[in-house]
């Protein structure tokens, strides 16, 4: 019999918790048991994994005796107070907050792209952004084709990369609209139905977002690439799930659009849905829902030498949080740092 | 008393039709007599112009006798039809379709940029695409202020942009969520509530879409810069009025963020909201209805020398279509070219 593991998962009742706990049952998680955590309001609630009944426990001090896995999804604060301990524990901490993420010595990692990273642990180690992971899954190939030069990306964000709260907003918004009553936002800074939103996360100095430095800092990271030149735009959108980039990507050596198609599609975790003539791109309504990234629109930039446009879209609650943080914990277990 | 002018409005039904009636009314435009038009299928419909009901006729051949200033909106293929019968009546059409915008002897005219221009027309003057005004207002004052060098467009475009079936659209399948009912797009190639599109217009070999080749020629005819590089994305968002447009522009001497906002200040027609501490951007549900164009998340792009990114949302309606067309029919009143 192969290995089991004691896993626990720090905020079940998220978007991001709730998607775990779906994905630990469809994958085959190797869980001998699991634990389910949250705030002390959700504690005494239920959940259901494999059609069994779990208890919700509210996360405290003592909650990770004996744990092996902690998939800690419920926010920095909450990372910050008990990732340590979990650590302290014995468990592995896979966090998915953006507490630790460029902290030197906690590997930032996307297992198609820096499984490798994962070796340097110490106890705990980062799942990078949302957007950084869907934005970096196609920038890889084209790095190792092409040598990176310069990255601009523009972002169409679900309200669900907001958590649960965002598709609440955007749910109760439409539903006013279609009884004729007044819109009111009860979650984001102003109203998202039939809006787009170009905030996300608090403004920096420099003008620039939260979520749009967190792109830079971490397609850097994940890459190996401290010095890359990207410039971000981040903006939120009406679409319940799935995180769409318009990405412009200048590369040291042309890679020319039917090179960037190959590479793509030859790249775990990505594929291609680019056929124009059957009007085929990649949607979010039609990623969501799935494991992999999908790249359409690929064609070359004309404004500039060796540059190409291309369109990418990935399911950011999967790939973009809970699938990357199993995946990050299935490589540890297949390189035995589990 | 003031000159006045035997107007007709062709296109009438359309959402563009529409608007430019309103504004007609709202200017106060120096109107004599108006005519509206539409196809044989609108014929013998009413509108009402300052309170007084007009019945639409069918557009013909014999439609603009003693018509001095007529507004096309009815499409690329009427005004191909028509326009020249109605300059050969001895009317000045401003037309609003793609049909005449890239001949060398039809002015493209955004009138705070290029009303200059007007002079050398023989008849029909073009209104440019609604996405482009919207983005080559902000490109004109920076563009004077430090030349452009290169622009990258990233569009957020709203329904009504594809006339009044679009907007019929995003109604009917948002309508269709909300009674729990199949979503079923029946003008948007593919379902667009809670969706993003990335494809308006039709494909061509190179992998763009004509909405993006549109931005590309007329951003540079209308500023007058026929070599510059420009890299467009256009998507369609679920909103109803306002096109949103994120853009990097380079330019060959720096143009710190203080000066750029300087220039969009001064710039007629359009207005800074740039206030980050206050979530003050523009935002579509707060522009739509409004005659300029706004800016805002103007900041210096880090990753290059001498670029900028920034933001402009535009009711393209309005300043996108009708009332450019307006503005241009005043403007050449003004010049004593009608």
Redesign the interface.
């Known amino acids: 019999m192969s290995k089991t593991y004691n896993v626990a998962v720090v905020g079940v009742t998220g978007a991001v918790g709730q998607t775990t706990l779906k994905l630990l049952a469809e994958r085959n998680f190797p869980v001998a048991s699991l634990k389910v955590f949250a705030s002390q309001r959700s504690a005494g609630k239920k959940v259901t994994f494999r059609g069994e009944e779990l208890i919700i426990e509210a996360v405290g001090p003592d909650s990770f005796e004996g744990i092996d896995i902690a998939l800690f999804s419920a926010g920095s604060e909450q990372s910050r107070e008990y990732a340590p301990r979990a650590v302290k524990a014995g468990a592995v901490v896979v966090d998915k907050s953006s507490a630790f993420r460029m902290e030197p010595d906690v590997p930032l990692v996307v297992p198609e792209i820096n499984g490798a990273a994962l070796a340097g642990h110490k106890g705990i180690v980062s799942c990078p952004n949302c957007t950084s992971i869907v934005t970096v899954m196609p920038l890889k190939p084209l790095h190792d084709a092409g040598t990176l030069r ?3 990306a ?1 972002s ?1 964000q679900a309200v669900s990369g907001a958590g649960v709260n965002g598709i609440a907003d ?1 749910e109760q918004e ?2 006013a ?3 004729g009553e007044a819109i009111k936002p009860t979650h984001f ?3 998202i139905a ?6 996300i996360d608090s ?1 920096a100095e ?3 977002t939260g979520e749009e430095t967190k792109l830079v800092n971490e397609v850097r990271k994940i890459l190996d690439a401290p010095e890359l ?3 971000p ?1 981040t ?1 939120r ?4 799930t799935a995180h ?1 980039i ?1 990405v ?1 990507a200048e590369t040291e050596t042309k890679v020319s ?1 039917e090179q960037a198609r190959r590479a793509f599609d030859a790249f775990p975790g990505l594929k291609v849905w680019d056929d ?2 059957q ?1 085929r ?1 990649p ?3 039609e990623v969501e829902g799935k494991d992999d990234c999908y790249v ?9 030498a060796n ?1 190409l ?1 291309f ?1 990418v879209v990935g399911d950011q609650l999967r790939k973009g949080a809970a699938l990357n943080g199993i995946q990050i914990a299935e490589d540890m277990i297949k390189r035995g740092l589990i």
């Open positions: 310069r990255v601009i523009t169409y955007l439409m539903r609209w279609a009884n800074q102003h109203q039939f809006n787009v939103i170009p905030h403004f420099d003008g620039y030149p990207v410039s735009t903006v959108v009406p679409v319940f769409s318009a412009n659009v124009p003539a009007n791109y949607m979010p309504v359409g629109r690929i064609r070359e930039d004309f404004s500039t540059a446009n369109w």
